[in-house]
């Protein structure tokens, strides 16, 4: 019987919607670019939601201390049925120590897509997102990417784009590099895949420095596209991929620390 | 192999718009193989719309709880089958991806060999599978993908995938599992 390491007990607020800024309390809330907040009370009263995920599971190692955000109360009838997919979501995510080597925390998807009803509503929040912002383009990138990109795309009508390592696209591509830890790494799109003015997100399981979904940024961005946010079921905010996204809007479910 | 043209769906004009949006890649990756590439494919909503909803609709009422996708073209299709039929979705990958704990699969290339891994305890005793992948050719992927699946008690009910090679040897090559594709290989025209 297949069971997962036993999740700390967690509170469980609201979903995060992640701008430049939000979460460093030291800053003044920077402009953004992003996507109108749909939340009748906040539009009334001019304020910008600022939500919060406390989420992700720790097992094996002491947990670090936790650092909650701060956050607002939203108030939306919508609340608890968030409330209740994102703890679900969270609680799905598996974490083992180690890998890929000593010292890493590995937030492990896989489980969340064995629990349809996990990865049914991680969709749903992100379609739910942005149906309605005419986005032209679902960017998902090699290779947990492409589990949660394509069913993105074809709810919200979108055509979905790989973003690839070396060598795997057969046709003729551009190519953005990368900086790694140690060394560099490559990403390729197909020429042609994407059309000047389209609207793009770019999909991911996971940020962490950032650098992967930098690069597919640029590549969209040096044919024309507008890439109109980055999205993922998890953040770990502590490795700071926000900056490295420059003015670029992140949307996650769960945050790690 | 089943062709889908062949097992109830001649003449649906959906499998038409699929084998056109196939775009073939001559010489890719090496000199003589035409290499059938889906992207063009899933860039195009409504052809991959049809894709998708061409395996949902058989696989909706077989009582499908496990859809194993092969990394990494099998999973741009295998997840969204997985959600529309309710079932688990299992990312089958190369060696050293998958972070805990593993079983493997060695099976041979046209030049040695290579593996395919699977989570222990992603899939039960008694689960009934699916495997999906974008493109059969020799079978071998799909073969390991069965060993996999049914060496932790798994049923494999079918394989699937978009495209069929004409070098598939059918049910021996997939140790007696039905294979169904959707469409057969794209001819290239260099005119276009």
Same mark, same amino acid.
């Given at each position: 019987?297949?069971?997962?390491?036993s999740?700390?007990?967690?509170?469980?607020?609201e979903?995060k919607?992640?701008?430049?800024?939000?979460?460093?309390? =030291?800053?003044s $809330?920077?402009?953004?670019?992003?996507? +109108?907040?749909?939340? !009748?009370?906040a /539009?009334? &009263?001019?304020?910008?939601e600022?939500?919060?995920?406390?989420g992700?599971? =720790?097992?094996? $190692?002491?947990a670090?201390?936790r650092? +909650?955000?701060?956050? !607002?109360?939203? /108030?939306? &009838?919508n609340?608890?049925?968030?409330?209740?997919r994102v703890?679900r979501? =969270?609680?799905?995510?598996?974490v083992?120590p180690?890998?890929p080597?000593?010292?890493?925390?590995?937030?492990?998807?896989t489980?969340?897509?064995l629990?349809?009803?996990?990865?049914?509503?991680t969709i749903d929040?992100?379609?739910?997102?942005?149906?309605?912002?005419n986005?032209?383009?679902?960017?998902?990138?090699?290779a947990?990417?492409f589990?949660?990109g394509?069913p993105?795309?074809?709810a919200?009508?979108?055509?979905?784009?790989?973003?690839r390592?070396?060598k795997k696209?057969?046709?003729?591509?551009?190519?953005e590099?990368?900086?790694l830890?140690?060394?560099t790494?490559?990403?390729e799109?197909?020429?042609?895949?994407?059309?000047?003015?389209?609207?793009?997100?770019?999909?991911?399981?996971?940020?962490?420095t950032?650098g992967?979904?930098?690069?597919a940024?640029?590549?969209?961005e040096?044919v024309?596209v507008?890439?109109?946010?980055?999205?993922c079921v998890?953040?770990?905010?502590?490795?700071?991929?926000?900056?490295?996204?420059?003015?670029?809007?992140?949307?996650?479910?769960?945050?790690?620390? | 192999m089943?062709?889908?043209?062949?097992?109830?769906?001649?003449?649906?004009p959906?499998?038409k718009g699929?084998?056109?949006?196939?775009?073939?890649?001559?010489?890719f990756?090496k000199?003589g193989?035409?290499?059938?590439?889906?992207?063009?494919l899933?860039?195009?909503?409504?052809?991959?719309k049809?894709t998708?909803?061409?395996?949902v609709d058989r696989?909706?009422d077989?009582?499908?709880?496990?859809?194993a996708?092969?990394?990494a073209?099998g999973?741009?299709?295998?997840?969204?089958i997985?959600?529309?039929?309710?079932?688990k979705?299992?990312?089958?990958r190369?060696?050293?991806k998958?972070?805990?704990?593993v079983?493997?699969?060695?099976y041979?290339?046209?030049?040695?060999?290579d593996?395919?891994?699977?989570?222990?305890g992603?899939?039960e005793q008694?689960?009934?599978?699916?495997?999906?992948?974008?493109?059969?050719?020799?079978?071998?992927t799909l073969?390991a993908?069965i060993?996999l699946?049914?060496r932790?008690?798994?049923?494999?009910?079918?394989?699937a995938?978009v495209?069929?090679?004409?070098?598939v040897e059918?049910r021996r090559r997939?140790?007696g599992?039905?294979?169904y594709i959707?469409?057969g290989?794209?001819q290239y025209?260099?005119?276009?």
């Amino acid at each position: 019987m297949y069971t997962l390491s036993s999740p700390t007990t967690l509170k469980i607020l609201e979903a995060k919607i992640v701008s430049q800024g939000h979460l460093y309390c =030291s800053n003044s $809330v920077k402009s953004v670019q992003f996507l +109108p907040n749909t939340d !009748a009370t906040a /539009a009334r &009263s001019g304020r910008r939601e600022n939500l919060l995920i406390y989420g992700g599971s =720790s097992g094996g $190692v002491a947990a670090p201390e936790r650092k +909650p955000m701060s956050v !607002a109360h939203m /108030a939306s &009838s919508n609340v608890d049925e968030t409330d209740d997919r994102v703890s679900r979501i =969270s609680s799905t995510i598996r974490v083992i120590p180690d890998f890929p080597k000593p010292g890493i925390l590995f937030q492990d998807i896989t489980t969340l897509l064995l629990d349809p009803k996990a990865f049914k509503d991680t969709i749903d929040l992100f379609v739910e997102r942005y149906r309605d912002k005419n986005i032209n383009v679902v960017a998902g990138i090699e290779a947990r990417g492409f589990i949660f990109g394509p069913p993105i795309a074809l709810a919200i009508g979108a055509k979905f784009v790989p973003m690839r390592k070396p060598k795997k696209l057969p046709g003729e591509v551009i190519s953005e590099e990368y900086s790694l830890e140690y060394g560099t790494d490559t990403m390729e799109m197909h020429v042609g895949a994407v059309q000047p003015g389209e609207r793009a997100v770019v999909v991911d399981d996971l940020i962490a420095t950032g650098g992967t979904l930098n690069a597919a940024i640029r590549l969209l961005e040096r044919v024309g596209v507008q890439v109109v946010e980055c999205a993922c079921v998890i953040e770990l905010p502590e490795l700071k991929g926000r900056d490295r996204l420059g003015n670029k809007p992140l949307f996650v479910l769960v945050s790690s620390t | 192999m089943m062709l889908a043209a062949e097992n109830g769906l001649r003449g649906d004009p959906r499998l038409k718009g699929i084998s056109e949006a196939i775009r073939v890649v001559p010489n890719f990756p090496k000199p003589g193989i035409m290499f059938q590439d889906i992207t063009a494919l899933v860039s195009n909503h409504k052809v991959f719309k049809d894709t998708v909803d061409l395996f949902v609709d058989r696989y909706r009422d077989m009582g499908i709880s496990v859809v194993a996708g092969v990394e990494a073209r099998g999973f741009i299709f295998a997840p969204s089958i997985a959600l529309g039929i309710g079932a688990k979705f299992i990312p089958l990958r190369k060696p050293g991806k998958l972070p805990g704990e593993v079983i493997s699969e060695a099976y041979e290339l046209e030049y040695g060999n290579d593996c395919l891994e699977m989570h222990v305890g992603a899939v039960e005793q008694g689960d009934r599978a699916l495997v999906i992948d974008d493109l059969v050719a020799t079978g071998g992927t799909l073969s390991a993908a069965i060993s996999l699946l049914e060496r932790v008690g798994a049923e494999v009910i079918e394989c699937a995938c978009v495209i069929g090679l004409p070098e598939v040897e059918g049910r021996r090559r997939l140790d007696g599992k039905p294979l169904y594709i959707l469409v057969g290989p794209r001819q290239y025209n260099s005119i276009i």
